[in-house]
């Protein structure tokens, strides 16, 4: 081949490349060109393929041959959009932010592009659950199956930061950890299926959601650092919309397991007290136990928020007069009931405020300003809740320690076994008046968040328990 020959295919070779280049065609070497984070890009039409789907990941459609109603419940989700999401605003390609919208992105056999990967494309099965193409080549090798990770750290992968710090603020939570008073009966064995639905977050799920026979040997010998609290997926269903969000913004949907508002009539029948099904989502746990007030034992369980919210108390069945009459709450009727305070969010204004996702579930006083003006005017208010509470609760403290005082008892002779009051023996001869009383007094206590939950119902049940302690008789001789 002569010379000259040579030089022309050179230069046809050059102009077929800037050509190519033009066109805006993929080279064949070199990484594709990224946008400067936050500038969008240029919408380009692209041919999707998978020719590169070749590695460790399967890709959602994979994952659909057999698990084809919760591939089609995810596709509605915002998991199933995560891409088409960036692509709007002119983001497809920044590499800032594939890694959390899409499956496996920098990882080998993971997500490329669109050309070439796109099966990966949103926040895909195997985002969670791990690189399935394994497992969808031998699925009858149990031992290749995802498991079911019900830990927060799942979702913390991308649910972090200034953007989305849910994770951080969750971290923060007593949702976070098992309770310590509890955890080492789990590991030991015991308690599960009775302290478990609101302590456990692989009973519950397992229990309570999936529906399976979970024994209180669930977990024994698991080390409680192990064990699942209140994790994203306890509140959160992964898969699907659900509906259940009052009124979401941005076309979210939460995908909350439980409906965020319930309006329930109050009850003072202890089968209905107890039962979540009347409550909302966080009526699921913060609900009344079996303890009335007739029990001597031990006080009411501090769970009762979602009760007083509704303005009831329980009676024993066999004495089902009220001794607190029901009064629903004033807040009963705000926007997301008990997340207007406690998951008040509100986006990143960078440079000006980080995001808050509202999951330390700490009262924000920001969520009470649409109602009572601002959110200085709303702190004023529950801060004098607390001190008339307060008062009235000392009030009546003192006053069933005067009446056993008076009748020659120990001053602690008005309480329950468990807080250093008489055993069962003496707790028979303390009058029922007395028994009301101190049920009110914790029962309040525990649930009226200083009042505030529903400030009506709970200043008329201490009026109503300091006149049964003024009235109370002396104890049984």
């Not at 108390?313 to 089902?320: N, R």
Request: net charge negative; with cysteine; charged share 20%.
């Amino acid at each position: 081949m002569s010379a000259g020959r040579l030089v022309v295919m050179a230069r046809v070779a050059l102009v077929s490349s800037v050509m190519l280049m033009i066109a805006g065609c993929p080279q064949p070497m070199g990484e594709p060109n990224q946008p400067e984070p936050n500038q969008p890009e240029p919408n380009m039409p692209v041919v999707k393929g998978n020719s590169g789907l070749t590695g460790k990941y399967a890709g959602s459609e994979r994952c659909a041959q057999c698990h084809q109603n919760v591939h089609t419940d995810w596709t509605k989700t915002l998991h199933g959009t995560a891409l088409e999401t960036l692509e709007a605003i002119g983001q497809g390609t920044n590499s800032n932010c594939l890694p959390c919208h899409t499956v496996g992105f920098g990882e080998s056999g993971g997500y490329v592009d669109r050309a070439t990967t796109d099966a990966l494309a949103g926040v895909g099965c195997e985002a969670c659950h791990g690189a399935a193409a394994e497992h969808a080549n031998n699925v009858n090798d149990e031992s290749l199956r995802p498991k079911i990770n019900l830990s927060a750290d799942v979702c913390g992968q991308c649910h972090t930061g200034e953007h989305h710090p849910n994770f951080e603020d969750w971290s923060d939570s007593l949702h976070a950890k098992v309770e310590p008073h509890v955890a080492p009966r789990f590991a030991a064995g015991q308690s599960l299926t009775s302290c478990g639905p609101c302590h456990s977050g692989d009973y519950f799920y397992y229990a309570i959601i999936k529906g399976e026979d979970i024994q209180n040997d669930f977990l024994e010998g698991v080390d409680p650092n192990e064990m699942n609290a209140i994790t994203c997926a306890i509140c959160h269903n992964p898969h699907a919309r659900t509906g259940n969000a009052a009124d979401p913004e941005d076309g979210r949907d939460y995908q909350l397991r439980f409906a965020q508002i319930k309006y329930t009539t109050p009850s003072v029948k202890l089968s209905d007290a107890i039962n979540p099904d009347r409550f909302n989502l966080c009526g699921q746990c913060h609900h009344s136990r079996d303890r009335v007030w007739t029990d001597t034992s031990r006080e009411p369980h501090p769970s009762d928020q979602v009760n007083v919210f509704f303005g009831e108390l329980p009676v024993p069945d066999d004495q089902p007069d009220p001794i607190v009459t029901p009064r629903v709450s004033v807040h009963l009727n705000t926007s997301e009931q008990c997340s207007s305070c406690h998951v008040v969010r509100a986006p990143l204004v960078e440079g000006v405020a980080p995001a808050v996702s509202g999951h330390t579930f700490e009262v924000n006083f920001e969520g009470c300003a649409e109602c009572h003006g601002s959110a200085e005017a709303a702190e004023a208010k529950f801060e004098g809740l607390e001190i008339e509470f307060d008062l009235r609760s000392e009030t009546l403290k003192d006053a069933m320690t005067m009446w056993a005082t008076d009748n020659g008892k120990d001053e602690l002779y008005w309480e329950y076994t468990s807080e250093g009051g008489p055993d069962s023996d003496e707790q028979a001869k303390i009058p029922d008046e007395i028994k009301k009383a101190r049920y009110i007094y914790y029962y309040v206590a525990s649930g009226g968040g200083n009042g505030v939950h529903n400030p009506d119902f709970v200043r008329d049940a201490l009026i109503t328990a300091l006149e049964y302690a003024a009235m109370a008789p002396a104890p049984l001789p």
